[in-house]
């Protein structure tokens, strides 16, 4: 899986997590959320750079989850020097 990195950190999009264990298709979310089947395709593909806070809102009312539920936050290896 790739992941949005940004300058030392990474976030784990979980729309295919997600879609799963809803069983829903990207087509069906896209329709509830009106969001571009692109756009969500990207986000399934976790290769999007940036995701608008409207685009969170929408699928966390489609799935009725928090946002911890469709993003996780995955620290970077590297030490942090003090």
Do not use: W
């Amino acid at each position: 899986m790739s992941f949005l990195q940004n300058g030392g950190f990474m976030i784990k999009i979980k729309i295919s997590d997600l879609l799963g264990k809803h069983k829903m298709t990207q087509k069906a979310l896209s329709e509830i959320t009106g969001i571009r089947p692109a756009t969500i395709s990207k986000m399934y593909y976790e290769e999007v750079k940036r995701i608008d806070v409207k685009h969170l809102n929408n699928i966390c009312k489609a799935f009725d989850c928090e946002i911890s539920e469709l993003l996780e936050y995955i620290p970077d290896k590297k030490e942090i020097k003090k």
